[in-house]
């Protein structure tokens, strides 16, 4: 392949990812991103911003990961693998916190996985692990396969049912600085991954939740415990002051 074919390739690749983030644009939830975790984070809208930006020309990231959409999407196994305004959103928390310590349930393509690596590659540190069930996505692929390959080694993949691995899990990695739930959306299932992290986030950190939309349980949960809490598009990010520590 030529440089001129190749530059030409990424060029249309680009243009594909603005042109699909527009498509998923929640627009004023998104552009209000940053305020919206000001709120809840120990930082700044401005420096949030800034995330932001960063992330827009984060280069290498991009054409690593629209090259993995492609292949996903002419595979024909699924159409909406990117979830680039919630992923986005994990990458600037995993900036701005500074998150060494991550876990996460729920791979599939692992799209939150890759921005969660991305923000800890421009961190220069930190770890994900992510729990899933045997099995892997449909198709040709692996969990994980949207994950840049310079990132892999940060990630830690744990296969089986989160109630007998997540506790042990979060027992032996903790305490965390970023909790995300992704898996199962049954309201006792959510509940139990909700309860089994809140106790192993490090103070300051952050509980978060995709999907959060398909129920109240993410704002009546954060309620309950006092979290202060934001959605941001369809995800919940809720903040762990001071006063809940790690057993």
């Given at each position: 392949?030529?440089?001129?074919?190749?530059?030409?390739?990424?060029?249309?690749?680009?243009?594909?990812?603005?042109?699909?983030?527009?498509?998923?644009?929640?627009?004023?939830?998104?552009?209000?991103?940053?305020?919206?975790?000001?709120?809840?984070?120990?930082?700044?809208?401005?420096?949030?911003?800034?995330?932001?930006?960063?992330?827009?020309?984060?280069?290498?990231?991009?054409?690593?990961?629209?090259?993995?959409?492609?292949?996903?999407?002419?595979?024909?196994?699924?159409?909406?693998?990117?979830?680039?305004?919630?992923?986005?959103?994990?990458?600037?928390?995993?900036r701005a916190l500074e998150v060494e310590t991550a876990v996460e349930t729920g791979v599939l393509f692992g799209s939150f996985d890759a921005h969660i690596l991305a923000a800890m590659a421009e961190n220069g540190g930190g770890t994900l692990h992510s729990l899933d069930l045997p099995g892997g996505p449909p198709g040709p692929f692996e969990?994980?396969?949207?994950i840049p390959d310079r990132c892999r080694d940060r990630w830690e993949l744990h296969l089986g049912d989160a109630r007998e691995v997540l506790p042990e899990l979060l027992a032996t990695v903790g305490p965390v600085d970023l909790f995300l739930h992704d898996s199962d959306h049954r309201l006792p299932?959510?509940?139990?991954?909700?309860?089994?992290?809140?106790?192993?986030?490090?103070?300051?950190?952050?509980?978060?939740?995709?999907?959060?939309?398909?129920?109240?349980?993410?704002?009546?949960?954060?309620?309950?415990?006092?979290?202060?809490?934001?959605?941001?598009?369809?995800?919940g990010i809720a903040g762990v002051p001071p006063w809940e520590s790690p057993d």
């Open positions: 392949m030529t440089g001129a074919l190749r530059d030409a390739i990424h060029a249309v690749r680009k243009a594909r990812l603005r042109f699909e983030r527009r498509r998923l644009d929640y627009g004023r939830e998104t552009r209000d991103r940053a305020d919206r975790l000001a709120a809840v984070l120990p930082a700044s809208a401005a420096e949030l911003r800034a995330y932001e930006r960063e992330y827009d020309d984060l280069e290498w990231f991009h054409e690593h990961y629209a090259d993995r959409v492609d292949a996903i999407h002419e595979a024909g196994v699924a159409t909406d693998t990117t979830h680039w305004r919630d992923g986005v959103t994990l990458y600037v928390v995993c969990y994980g396969h949207l299932h959510m509940r139990f991954e909700y309860e089994t992290a809140l106790p192993r986030i490090s103070p300051g950190g952050v509980l978060a939740s995709h999907d959060v939309r398909l129920s109240e349980l993410f704002d009546q949960f954060t309620t309950e415990h006092g979290l202060p809490a934001r959605t941001v598009c369809d995800t």
